[in-house]
């Protein structure tokens, strides 16, 4: 017998167990054979691992169908209990093995091009993953989806996103505020997919007790990243010795995903990347898995696909 806590993030306790608990005994005797506690946002469940699977699924099922309806019904956890309610219907397929992590407003976060996936997959199977390819890919998307998914099921104690600060051809050193105010517009792309996944008040509890950090690459010099899923973007703004002191700040018990675009380089003509340089040398490399997106993954406005083809036909 095996125990199994379920921290509800995306649903207050009372819309998923109903008025005196009558929603959550419904569960309940779908599942007569687990021991089920349930206490404000906390439910313990124990019995066997297969049960413990499935009674985690509904529970993920329901909460998308509360997301996206804005409501839960007795009726409608009795149909999506009895399976009358479709899959595509109560969870926008959320039972696929491609779904990553549930978002704020019903949004369902999956790998949905063949590239995602194999991002998803090497993660799943390796400890470093490069993932490279132009804008629109989903490439840093999935890799904090991937983060979040593993901060939730506590396969990890922190995320740390990070980006070198380089400036994209613009002079943001004349900003006003304190140092986090100036890099903070560089961040800014992690912090959107961030509160996409994580509820506001969570999102504001992780980052003020740093089980989410987002720095600067520079400010990784000297720390040992362990217990960690940890994020470089725009790896290729950063240079050869930034990229090494990165790749070398891996703990024992840590995920790397590297992400890039070999194409979009900001950084001075003197400077050279370092991103070609760690493809090179880190290609053979077992553990490492390097994943190459291209325009077919570009999933933003179908401009945007037309863009990356005709830059692409240029080179």
Request: hydrophobic share 40%; net charge neutral; glycine share 8%.
């Amino acid at each position: 017998m095996r125990e199994k806590k379920i921290i509800l993030e995306d649903i207050k306790p009372i819309d998923l167990y109903g008025i005196n608990d009558s929603k959550l005994e419904l569960i309940k005797k779908r599942f007569p054979k687990l021991k089920v506690v349930a206490r404000g946002e906390t439910i313990k469940i124990s019995g066997e691992e297969e049960d413990l699977n499935q009674f985690e699924m509904v529970i993920h099922i329901l909460t998308a169908y509360y997301n996206r309806y804005g409501n839960l019904t007795e009726n409608a956890v009795e149909q999506i209990l009895g399976g009358a309610v479709k899959r595509d219907q109560s969870s926008e397929n959320v039972e696929g093995d491609d779904v990553l992590v549930f978002g704020n407003g019903g949004l369902v976060v999956k790998a949905r091009t063949a590239n995602q996936r194999k991002i998803v997959d090497g993660i799943s199977k390796n400890d470093m993953v490069f993932a490279i390819g132009p804008a629109g890919t989903g490439k840093t998307y999935t890799a904090v989806a991937l983060a979040v998914r593993a901060l939730k099921n506590k396969e990890v104690k922190k995320i740390i996103l990070t980006r070198p600060a380089v400036e994209a051809g613009e002079n943001l050193g004349f900003l006003p505020g304190d140092l986090k105010e100036k890099l903070d517009p560089y961040l800014q792309p992690l912090y959107d997919a961030l509160g996409d996944m994580i509820a506001p008040e969570k999102l504001s509890y992780y980052l003020e007790n740093r089980v989410i950090q987002i720095a600067p690459l520079a400010f990784m010099r000297g720390r040992t990243l362990d217990n960690a899923f940890v994020i470089l973007d725009e790896a290729q703004n950063a240079t050869e010795g930034q990229l090494k002191m990165f790749l070398t700040r891996m703990g024992s018990s840590a995920k790397f995903v590297i992400t890039g675009d070999i194409t979009q380089v900001d950084l001075p003509k003197h400077q050279p990347s370092g991103l070609p340089q760690a493809l090179r040398l880190l290609n053979k490399v077992e553990g490492i898995v390097f994943v190459q997106l291209d325009g077919t993954d570009v999933i933003r406005h179908k401009l945007v696909k037309k863009i990356v083809e005709l830059y692409d036909s240029k080179q």
